[in-house]
T-cell receptor, first 116, second 109 residues
Framework: GAVVSQHPSWVICKSGTSVKIECRSLDFQATTMFWYRQFPKQSLMLMATSNEGSKATYEQGVEKDKFLINHASLTLSTLTVTSAHPEDSSFYICSAGAVVGQGTQYFGPGTRLLVL | GQNIDQPTEMTATEGAIVQINCTYQ??????LFWYQQHAGEAPTFLSY????GLEEKGRFSSFLSRSKGYSYLLLKELQMKDSASYLCAVKSAGNMLTFGGGTRLMVKP
């Protein structure tokens, strides 16, 4: 099956630090990647849709200047949490949709961010 | 708007059958997905329905009725490892998925 990787798996950082998370589709090309955030015991909340070569589309309530998304190639998207604060602590998950087929989204393993 | 409802929690016995329901009201429909998510892990793909009817894949089956805005995931011969959250998600335009709140299934011996 399709494999999506995320790096890093865990981040612990001080308040005010910027954190960059990478999402890669390893064995398929993804024109669209999605970034989700999940708080404990809650479902996934879509933050933004990332399209290769164009600006990301952010969901309502998500600050585009705080969560910078870059989708430079068909296999890589990055999410940068700028000036992270404790309330940004969460589980960040990316997913990638294949270019062809039913468009199943395959999820990365997630990045757990803890801001102290 | 998008509205996807599924029960918050369910409990079932090892070896039994459990059905997890999902109802949806969405603007646009391009298919419905079921994902399994174990605590602390990312979701894994289980099934996809775009036409009405039943899709069977081993111990897991998923049903869709587009006219009723209804789907269910059926798990047979439950095993302890099936304890997880099950997420119903509807795909709208542009491959975007909207997730329900998830159903936490607890399988007891």
């Amino acid at each position: 099956g399709a494999v999506v990787s995320q790096h890093p798996s865990w981040v612990i950082c001080k308040s005010g630090t910027s954190v960059k998370i990478e999402c890669r589709s390893l064995d398929f090309q993804a024109t669209t990647m999605f970034w989700y955030r999940q708080f404990p015991k809650q479902s996934l909340m879509l933050m933004a849709t990332s399209n290769e070569g164009s600006k990301a589309t952010y969901e309502q309530g998500v600050e585009k200047d705080k969560f910078l998304i870059n989708h430079a190639s068909l296999t890589l998207s990055t999410l940068t949490v700028t000036s992270a604060h404790p309330e940004d602590s969460s589980f960040y998950i990316c997913s990638a949709g294949a270019v062809v087929g039913q468009g199943t989204q395959y999820f990365g393993p997630g990045t757990r961010l803890l801001v102290l | 708007g998008q509205n996807i409802d599924q029960p918050t929690e369910m409990t079932a016995t090892e070896g039994a059958i459990v059905q997890i329901n999902c109802t949806y009201q969405t603007s646009g429909f391009n298919g419905l997905f079921w994902y399994q998510q174990h605590a602390g892990e990312a979701p894994t793909f289980l099934s996809y329905n775009v036409l009405d009817g039943l899709e069977e894949k081993g111990r897991f089956s998923s049903f869709l009725s587009r006219s009723k805005g209804y789907s269910y995931l059926l798990l047979k011969e439950l095993q302890m490892k099936d304890s997880a959250s099950y997420l119903c998600a509807v795909k709208s335009a542009g491959n975007m998925l909207t997730f329900g709140g998830g159903t936490r299934l607890m399988v007891k011996p």
